[in-house]
């Protein structure tokens, strides 16, 4: 069975830290972009962090630069976003997927093929 699996989401405080995982089952991540998005009831899928698992190529989206940090786990097979200074507008269902490419980092969500159940993160005091 095909399926990317994200793990790691749960509760922190304002400035606090958390990091997801993304791993994949069924197929590999070689040759694939792996890309972390967001999203909130009512609003659209957002593009957070991306990385192209061949070379480790990183994007980031403005509203995170500076505090997430997405990295390839080779040995695990795993994608995981280092996340840092939490705000209060970070909260949401954070999914994963993946998009089948050579040399490119995309950042769009029609772009990406496979992905996960998503994971949720809170931010509370």
């Known amino acids: 069975q095909v399926q990317l699996v994200e793990s790691g989401g749960g509760l922190v405080q304002p400035g606090g830290s958390l990091t997801l995982s993304c791993a994949a089952s069924?197929?590999?991540?070689?040759?694939?972009?792996v890309g972390w998005f967001r999203q909130v009831p009512g609003k659209e899928r957002q593009g957070v962090s991306f990385?192209?698992?061949?070379?480790?190529?990183?994007y980031y989206a403005d509203s995170v630069k500076g505090r997430f940090t997405i990295s390839r786990d080779t040995a695990r097979k795993t994608v995981n976003l280092q996340m840092n200074s939490l705000k209060p507008e970070d909260p949401s269902v954070y999914y994963c997927?993946?998009?089948?490419?050579?040399?490119?980092?995309?950042?769009?969500?029609?772009?990406?093929?496979?992905w996960g159940q998503g994971t949720r993160v809170t931010v509370s005091s």
């Open positions: 990385i192209n698992y061949n070379d480790g190529r990183t």
């Open positions: 997927a993946a998009a089948p490419t050579y040399y490119d980092v995309p950042s769009q969500a029609y772009e990406y093929e496979y």
């Open positions: 069924g197929f590999t991540l070689d040759y694939k972009a």
